[in-house]
């Protein structure tokens, strides 16, 4: 199957300072990624839906200043998380669009997700 | 908005044992995916579905498309330890949109 990455895997930073995580399909073009936050023992929550070349639409109550997220190529999403506060610790993870069969078989492959300690 | 019903929550089973989730949904779904989640990591695709009726392997694992498009069901044959970890049902309802996930089977093996 195809292939996301996510870089870092996992990082700790200071109440106050901003992240960034950066997406990747390394062997595809999406046209459409989206960023998830996961809770322990929680599904998946969608944060926003970013689309290359084009402003991203966030979910109901997720601050769009606060998580930025830029699709600038159509491997390469990134999600900014500004100003990061211990609330926003989590586990973000990405996932990419892909339409590898053709037009009514598009499936969604996730990168392994980032693990992020705000202290 | 679009839920989807995902059972059992949790299941406890002997290696060797076969397991059965299924999903339902109140709307109707053009895609269905199942994923695994170990922790630590993101969820694995393991099996598409995009027909109606459409019955799929992989390895072990079978799963089917509702014919009302409503439904689908994971099945794992003769399971073994690495097959720990928290099955996902996703639907799909357009191409470019945004899945809706169930909430998750959490399935134990024991040796």
């Given at each position: 199957?195809?292939?996301?990455?996510?870089h870092?895997?996992?990082?700790?930073c200071?109440?106050?300072?901003?992240?960034?995580i950066?997406?990747?399909?390394?062997?595809?073009?999406?046209?459409t990624m989206?960023?998830?936050?996961?809770?322990?023992k929680?599904s998946?929550?969608?944060m926003?839906?970013?689309?290359?070349?084009?402003k991203?639409?966030?979910e109901?109550?997720?601050e769009?200043?606060?998580f930025?997220?830029?699709?600038?190529?159509?491997?390469?999403?990134t999600?900014?998380?500004t100003?990061a506060?211990?609330?926003d610790?989590?586990?973000?993870?990405?996932?990419?669009s892909?339409?590898?069969?053709?037009?009514?078989?598009?499936t969604?492959y996730?990168?392994?997700?980032?693990?992020?300690?705000?202290? | 908005?679009?839920?989807?019903?995902?059972s059992?929550q949790?299941?406890?089973?002997q290696?060797?044992?076969?397991?059965?989730?299924?999903?339902?949904?109140?709307?109707?779904?053009?895609?269905?995916?199942?994923?695994?989640?170990e922790?630590?990591?993101?969820?694995?695709?393991?099996?598409?579905?995009?027909?109606a009726?459409?019955?799929t392997?992989?390895?072990?694992?079978t799963?089917q498309f509702?014919?009302?498009r409503?439904?689908?069901f994971?099945?794992?044959?003769?399971?073994?330890?690495?097959?720990?970890?928290?099955?996902?049902?996703?639907?799909?309802e357009?191409?470019?949109?945004r899945?809706?996930?169930?909430?998750g089977?959490?399935?134990?093996?024991n040796?």
């Open positions: 199957g195809a292939v996301v990455s996510q870092p895997s996992w990082v700790i200071k109440s106050g300072t901003s992240v960034k950066e997406c990747r399909s390394l062997d595809f073009q999406a046209t989206f960023w998830y936050r996961q809770f322990p929680q998946l929550m969608l926003a839906t970013s689309n290359e070349g084009s991203a639409t966030y109901q109550g997720v769009k200043d606060k930025l997220i830029n699709h600038a190529s159509l491997t390469l999403s999600l900014t998380v100003s506060h211990p609330e610790s989590s586990f973000y993870i990405c996932s990419a892909s339409l590898g069969e053709g037009l009514g078989r598009e969604q996730f990168g392994p997700g980032t693990r992020l300690l705000v202290l | 908005g679009q839920q989807l019903n995902q059992p949790s299941m406890f089973i290696e060797g044992e076969d397991v059965s989730m299924n999903c339902t949904s109140s709307s109707i779904f053009n895609t269905w995916l199942w994923y695994k989640q922790p630590g990591e993101g969820p694995v695709l393991l099996i598409a579905l995009y027909k009726g459409e019955l392997s992989n390895g072990r694992l799963a509702g014919i009302t409503k439904d689908s994971l099945n794992i044959s003769a399971s073994i330890p690495s097959d720990v970890g928290i099955y996902f049902c996703a639907g799909l357009t191409s470019g949109s899945l809706t996930f169930g909430e089977t959490q399935l134990t093996v040796p």
